[in-house]
C-alpha cells in the first residue's frame, strides 16, 4: 500500500471522530429542580479513586427510595467491600472489618469517617444529588468547566442521555476532584422510580 493511500485513509479515520459537544447541565431551572426532588432511582457501575497516598477501584450498586439511600460498593474479586446506609438521621458504614459505625445528623464528621473506613474521600451527601448532574440543592455552588464547584469539589459531568421516567437527561460519568484526589463515577445502568 503506498504512502499517499496510507495518508487518505488517516484523513478520512480522521474526519469521521467527531467529539461529542460538551456535556451542559440541564437547560432550565426547572429540569435542575425536578432532578434535584428525584427520590427513588438506582445507579449501577464502577468507581475508581486517585488519591495522593493510594488508588482504588470497584464496582457499586446505588439505591435511593423514600428518603434512603444504600450504597453496596466491592473492589476486585469481592476484596474491599463495603456498605453505606443514609438516612435523614444517620449514616451507618459497615465495611466488614471491625464494627459497623453509625454517624448522626449532622454529618459533619462522615467525610473523615468514610476517609478513614474507604481510605480516599467521599462526600456521600452531595454526592447523591451529583450523581443525578447537579448541585446539592441545600449548598452553594458556581459554575465551572463541564460542571459545578460544590463543597471544595470541582464536579466535571458528560455522557448525558435520556433515561425512562427522569425528567430530564442523566450523565453517564462523573469526575470529582479536590487537593489531590480524584475520584471517577461510571454509571452503566440507571432506573429511575421504584426499584
Known amino acids: 500500500m503506498n504512502v499517499r493511500l496510507l495518508g487518505v485513509l488517516a484523513l478520512a479515520a480522521l474526519a469521521a471522530c467527531r467529539s461529542l459537544p460538551p456535556a451542559e447541565l440541564p437547560p432550565s431551572p426547572e429540569a435542575r429542580a425536578a432532578l434535584a426532588g428525584l427520590n427513588e432511582w438506582r445507579a449501577r457501575g464502577r468507581v475508581a479513586v486517585r488519591a495522593p497516598s493510594e488508588g482504588f477501584s470497584a464496582s457499586y450498586d446505588w439505591r435511593e427510595a423514600g428518603g434512603r439511600g444504600v450504597i453496596d460498593v466491592r473492589g476486585p474479586l469481592g476484596a474491599g467491600a463495603a456498605r453505606i446506609t443514609r438516612t435523614a438521621v444517620s449514616i451507618a458504614i459497615d465495611t466488614g ?17 468514610l476517609t478513614a473506613r474507604l481510605g480516599f474521600p467521599l462526600p456521600i451527601e452531595p454526592l447523591r444529588y451529583w450523581m443525578l448532574g447537579v448541585p446539592d440543592p441545600a449548598m452553594p455552588s458556581e459554575p465551572a468547566p463541564d460542571g459545578f464547584a460544590q463543597a471544595g469539589w470541582t464536579v466535571a459531568l458528560s455522557g448525558f442521555a435520556p433515561v425512562a421516567q427522569s425528567p430530564a437527561a442523566l450523565p453517564s460519568r462523573l469526575v470529582l476532584t479536590r487537593a489531590g484526589t480524584q475520584v471517577r463515577v461510571l454509571i452503566s445502568t440507571w432506573q429511575v422510580g421504584p426499584t
Open 97 to 113: 472489618s471491625g464494627p459497623p459505625i453509625d454517624i448522626p445528623a449532622p454529618f459533619s464528621s462522615v467525610e473523615a469517617e
